[in-house]
């Protein structure tokens, strides 16, 4: 895996700071710039995001965006309102982004394959695992959508899969049921228990 740093020509940002799981945070002058500091801040309200001992951020931005690579080519982009990187006095380093998410998955090509938002995220450093949580919506390509209010996406197996509640919307149809184990670019699912199938006529899209 490689890291890439922005391109003022593509648009992609010009400043970077590297950092050891592999992420590269970049700043958008169109975005309000980042301030890192080290505080005691306590704005999450989902705390069961949060390990029971008391900790603090060691870093915390707002208007984030993090690229991820795999042999120069662009795999992912990662957008968040704020982001808390949690360091320190943990078992393992993660990453809380507490106002928002919106992932977005490349293919081979550089062109967008799915995409991924939620009202909430949390992302785990050594595991590559990230929780979504909150209105998630999975769209791929052919505009198949995802809803549900639990989601995990796992970067090494380039999967996403959640046992809770979901909704899929086709051009055809919506099913509903619980429990799905895809592709990240959704392209391939599979329901573990389908609870209702819909029919979408045209006049109803």
Not at 42 to 67: C, E, F, H, I, W
Request: with cysteine; hydrophobic share 40%; glycine share 6%.
């Amino acid at each position: 895996m490689e890291n890439v740093k922005g391109n003022p020509d593509n648009g992609r940002g010009s400043r970077g700071i590297k950092y050891s799981n592999r992420w590269t945070f970049l700043f958008s002058v169109l975005l309000i710039s980042i301030s890192f500091f080290s505080s005691c801040t306590n704005d999450l309200k989902d705390v069961m995001a949060l390990p029971r001992n008391q900790v603090s951020p060691s870093q915390v931005g707002d208007s984030v965006t993090m690229l991820y690579s795999d042999s120069s080519l662009l795999k992912v982009m990662v957008k968040a309102n704020r982001m808390l990187l949690f360091d320190k006095n943990v078992s393992e380093p993660f990453t809380v982004l507490p106002r928002g998410v919106f992932v977005t998955f490349f293919d081979e090509h550089e062109k967008v394959s799915a995409t991924l938002k939620a009202n909430f995220g949390v992302r785990y450093d050594v595991t590559r695992k990230m929780e979504a949580k909150y209105a998630v919506e999975v769209v791929n390509r052919e505009g198949v959508k995802l809803e549900t209010e639990k989601l995990i996406w796992d970067e090494l197996s380039k999967t996403i899969y959640t046992d809770a509640f979901v909704k899929i919307t086709t051009s055809k149809e919506i099913i509903k049921g619980h429990g799905l184990t895809s592709n990240q670019d959704f392209t391939k699912y599979e329901l573990k228990k389908v609870t209702g199938i819909i029919q979408i006529k045209n006049d109803e899209l």
